[in-house]
């Protein structure tokens, strides 16, 4: 053809190729659909099993600034790990080798424990303001 139109093997290479990247888009999008789903199902699945409170030991007390504030991590020794802990009950930094109460919680899958802070009375240990019996 010598005018100014396309042939037709032109636009139908043109038509393959846009029906190509469509249906790759399809599969992307819903591949993209099951990975959200499937972490969304094992995101809510993942829950506490088992909640314990536990001692460990305070070895150091260190401040990370962020946007949102200043968080208080103490470095504690519990169950013969070293652990970072974040500090989330402002009644004071424990200092090095005094005894610090850990809630301990253990996860569905993978079995793995996360720590967090925990007031004394939760480990059932007398404090300098409770009496003991």
Known sequence: MTDQNDSTEDRLNREIARLRRRTFSLWVAGASIVVLMGGLVFG????????RYVLGTARQTAALASDTGTKWFVRVTVEDQQRDVELSFPLGFPAPDDPICLRANIHRFG???????APMRLCNIPTATQPVD
């Open 44 to 51: 809510g699945f993942n829950t506490i099993t088992e909640t």
């Open 111 to 117: 079995g793995h424990t996360s720590y967090t802070g």
